[in-house]
T-cell receptor
Framework: GQQLNQSPQSMFIQEGEDVSMNCTSSSIFNTWLWYKQDPGEGPVLLIALYKAGELTSNGRLTAQFGITRKDSFLNISASIPSDVGIYFCAGLLYSGSARQLTFGSGTQLTVLP | DGGITQSPKYLFRKEGQNVTLSCEQNLNHDAMYWYRQDPGQGLRLIYYSQIVNDFQKGDIAEGYSVSREKKESFPLTVTSAQKNPTAFYLC???????????FGPGTRLTVT
């Protein structure tokens, strides 16, 4: 099956700094989704991307669907303590009627005061 | 309030026992999914259902079973055949016509 490489695995940043993380794949995806997960909770959908080259923002978060359709990026500007958590990318490749997401292994973000 | 509920939040079982995890949604979503999450890893698909009375195996279905008798409910049974059942289990649902999956709060299952 498809595999997603998400990097970095973890990040330690100072409050107020900008953050960037990405996912890459050897396969082409039709959709990219970005989620945030707090400890012991379910992931929350942050941004959905449907077109190659698409750039979408949600508050301080901006995500891009790579032109090659094999990668996606998430940027967080002016980080705050509540940004702490694990960020997951997920890609979708249509296969017949199935719409199965493939998840990256996550980026653990720590924001230092 | 509309949403996805999973119960219980924490579940403890002895090895060799079957256990059923509940997932209910009142979002009128057609598709529902079960994922397993292990520490430091991404989510892996166990089973999914796109319509009532129909479901498909995901990547790690062995040792699990599901049913979809109602649109709003998709219970997962972890059987004694599952070799390593201790994990965080997440249920998700998706409305027709989109790719966006929405997750419940999860159930942490511990088998000793």
């Amino acid at each position: 099956g498809q595999q997603l490489n998400q990097s970095p695995q973890s990040m330690f940043i100072q409050e107020g700094e900008d953050v960037s993380m990405n996912c890459t794949s050897s396969s082409i995806f039709n959709t990219w989704l970005w989620y945030k997960q707090d400890p012991g909770e379910g992931p929350v959908l942050l941004i959905a991307l449907y077109k190659a080259g698409e750039l979408t923002s949600n508050g301080r978060l901006t995500a891009q669907f790579g032109i090659t359709r094999k990668d996606s990026f998430l940027n967080i500007s002016a980080s705050i303590p509540s940004d702490v958590g694990i960020y997951f990318c997920a890609g979708l490749l249509y296969s017949g009627s199935a719409r199965q997401l493939t998840f990256g292994s996550g980026t653990q973000l720590t924001v230092l005061p | 309030d509309g949403g996805i509920t999973q119960s219980p939040k924490y579940l403890f079982r002895k090895e060799g026992q079957n256990v059923t995890l509940s997932c209910e949604q009142n979002l009128n979503h057609d598709a529902m999914y079960w994922y397993r999450q292990d520490p430091g890893q991404g989510l892996r698909l166990i089973y999914y259902s796109q319509i009532v009375n129909d479901f498909q195996k995901g990547d790690i279905a062995e040792g699990y079973s599901v049913s979809r008798e109602k649109k709003e409910s998709f219970p997962l049974t972890v059987t004694s055949a599952q070799k390593n059942p201790t994990a965080f289990y997440l249920c998700a649902s998706r409305p027709l016509g989109t790719d966006e999956q929405y997750f419940g709060p999860g159930t942490r299952l511990t088998v000793t």
